[in-house]
C-alpha cells in the first residue's frame, strides 16, 4: 500500500540478534505520517472514525479496502499539527501500530514482526520499553505488540470480507470531492469509492435483512454519515473560527460531477 510504503522507511525483522539491547521509546509524535493524505481503516473502526473522518473505499476489481482521507493533495495530512501531535481524537490503527508492522512471504500464511529502524525513539540508550529481556526472550512490551498486530491481522480479514459483499452487491461507485478555499484556489480528489444510496434502497429484503444481522449495515451508515466530514476538512485550511458554507465542498458519482462542470480542474488524486 503507498501509505505503508511512505511511512517505513527501514522495516527489518525483530531478531533478539539483531535487537537484544535495543529499547522503543513510543510517544504522541506522528510526524512519520506527514506525506500521507490517507491511509487504510478497519471495518470496527468505523464508529470511531465516522465522526471525524472522511471514510471512503479505495482499490479496483480485485480487491477494495476502507480508507479514511487525510488530505485533498498528494503528500499532504491535514489532521497532523505543525509539532507533530495528531488533530483529532481517534487516531486510526494503521497509524498506532507504527513502528511495528507484520511481514509475511507466504500470502499471510505466517507473519514474522518487523520494526521500522528509521523510528526516532528506536534506540540503544535505554529510553523507553525494551524489545527483549536479559535472558534474550520478547519482553511483556513486544508480546503487546503481538497481541494488539495479530488482533489488527483478524479484523483485517473480516474487512476484507465485508468489502467483498459491497463489491458483490455492486454498491459502490466512483467519487470525487471537490473543494474551493476563502483564497480561490480550487481543488479536485478523485480515485475512490463510496456506498450508492439509490442502490442500497432498492436491495432485496432478505438482502438487507442479512447486512443488518451482520452489522454491515451499520458500517454502510457509518461510512455514509461520515462523508460530511469532506466539509470538515476545509476547515483545516482555514482559520480556526471560520465559518463554513454548506456549498463549500461537493461530493457526488464521478461522472455526475463531470457532467456539472465543464472547465478544467486541477485534481489531486489520492496515493
Same mark, same amino acid.
Given at each position: 500500500m503507498a501509505a505503508q510504503q511512505l511511512i517505513y522507511e527501514t522495516a527489518v525483522t525483530v531478531s533478539k540478534t539483531r535487537h537484544a539491547q535495543w529499547s522503543?521509546? &513510543?510517544?504522541?509524535?506522528?510526524? +512519520?505520517? =506527514? =506525506?500521507?493524505?490517507?491511509?487504510? /481503516?478497519?471495518?470496527?473502526e468505523f464508529p470511531g472514525a465516522a465522526a471525524e473522518y472522511a471514510i471512503v473505499f479505495a482499490g479496483n476489481e480485485e480487491a477494495v479496502m476502507p480508507a479514511v482521507i487525510l488530505g485533498m493533495r498528494e503528500q499532504e495530512n491535514?489532521?497532523?499539527?505543525? $509539532?507533530?501531535?495528531?488533530?483529532?481524537?481517534? &487516531?486510526p490503527a494503521f497509524l498506532r501500530r507504527y513502528p511495528f508492522v507484520f511481514s509475511s512471504n507466504d500470502d499471510g500464511k505466517n507473519f514474522v /514482526?518487523? &520494526?521500522?529502524?528509521?523510528?526516532?525513539?528506536?534506540?540503544?540508550?535505554?529510553?523507553?520499553?525494551? /524489545? +527483549?529481556?536479559?535472558?534474550?526472550?520478547?519482553?511483556?512490551?513486544?508480546?503487546?505488540?503481538l497481541k494488539f498486530l495479530q488482533s489488527y491481522q483478524i479484523e483485517f480479514r473480516r474487512t476484507q470480507e465485508f468489502c467483498k459483499k459491497l463489491q458483490a452487491l455492486n454498491l459502490l461507485e466512483p467519487m470525487r470531492a471537490q473543494m474551493t478555499l476563502d483564497s480561490g484556489e480550487r481543488m479536485a480528489l !478523485?480515485?475512490?469509492?463510496?456506498?450508492?444510496?439509490?442502490?442500497?434502497? !432498492? $436491495?432485496?429484503?432478505?438482502?438487507?435483512?442479512?447486512?443488518?444481522?451482520?452489522?454491515?449495515?451499520e458500517l454502510v451508515y457509518a461510512h455514509l454519515h461520515s462523508m460530511r466530514n469532506f466539509i470538515a476538512m476545509r476547515e483545516r485550511f482555514a482559520a480556526p473560527a471560520a465559518k463554513l458554507p454548506d456549498s463549500g465542498i461537493n461530493t457526488a458519482p464521478e461522472a455526475e460531477a463531470k457532467a456539472r462542470k465543464s472547465e478544467p480542474e486541477r485534481p489531486a488524486k489520492k496515493r
Amino acid at each position: 500500500m503507498a501509505a505503508q510504503q511512505l511511512i517505513y522507511e527501514t522495516a527489518v525483522t525483530v531478531s533478539k540478534t539483531r535487537h537484544a539491547q535495543w529499547s522503543v521509546e &513510543i510517544g504522541a509524535d506522528y510526524a +512519520f505520517s =506527514r =506525506r500521507v493524505n490517507s491511509v487504510p /481503516l478497519m471495518a470496527v473502526e468505523f464508529p470511531g472514525a465516522a465522526a471525524e473522518y472522511a471514510i471512503v473505499f479505495a482499490g479496483n476489481e480485485e480487491a477494495v479496502m476502507p480508507a479514511v482521507i487525510l488530505g485533498m493533495r498528494e503528500q499532504e495530512n491535514l489532521y497532523l499539527g505543525p $509539532l507533530g501531535g495528531w488533530q483529532a481524537k481517534y &487516531i486510526p490503527a494503521f497509524l498506532r501500530r507504527y513502528p511495528f508492522v507484520f511481514s509475511s512471504n507466504d500470502d499471510g500464511k505466517n507473519f514474522v /514482526l518487523c &520494526i521500522d529502524e528509521g523510528f526516532p525513539g528506536f534506540n540503544q540508550e535505554g529510553r523507553g520499553e525494551r /524489545l +527483549f529481556n536479559g535472558e534474550g526472550k520478547p519482553s511483556p512490551f513486544v508480546d503487546n505488540v503481538l497481541k494488539f498486530l495479530q488482533s489488527y491481522q483478524i479484523e483485517f480479514r473480516r474487512t476484507q470480507e465485508f468489502c467483498k459483499k459491497l463489491q458483490a452487491l455492486n454498491l459502490l461507485e466512483p467519487m470525487r470531492a471537490q473543494m474551493t478555499l476563502d483564497s480561490g484556489e480550487r481543488m479536485a480528489l !478523485t480515485g475512490f469509492m463510496a456506498v450508492n444510496r439509490g442502490r442500497l434502497k !432498492t $436491495l432485496a429484503g432478505e438482502k438487507l435483512a442479512e447486512m443488518a444481522r451482520n452489522d454491515e449495515l451499520e458500517l454502510v451508515y457509518a461510512h455514509l454519515h461520515s462523508m460530511r466530514n469532506f466539509i470538515a476538512m476545509r476547515e483545516r485550511f482555514a482559520a480556526p473560527a471560520a465559518k463554513l458554507p454548506d456549498s463549500g465542498i461537493n461530493t457526488a458519482p464521478e461522472a455526475e460531477a463531470k457532467a456539472r462542470k465543464s472547465e478544467p480542474e486541477r485534481p489531486a488524486k489520492k496515493r
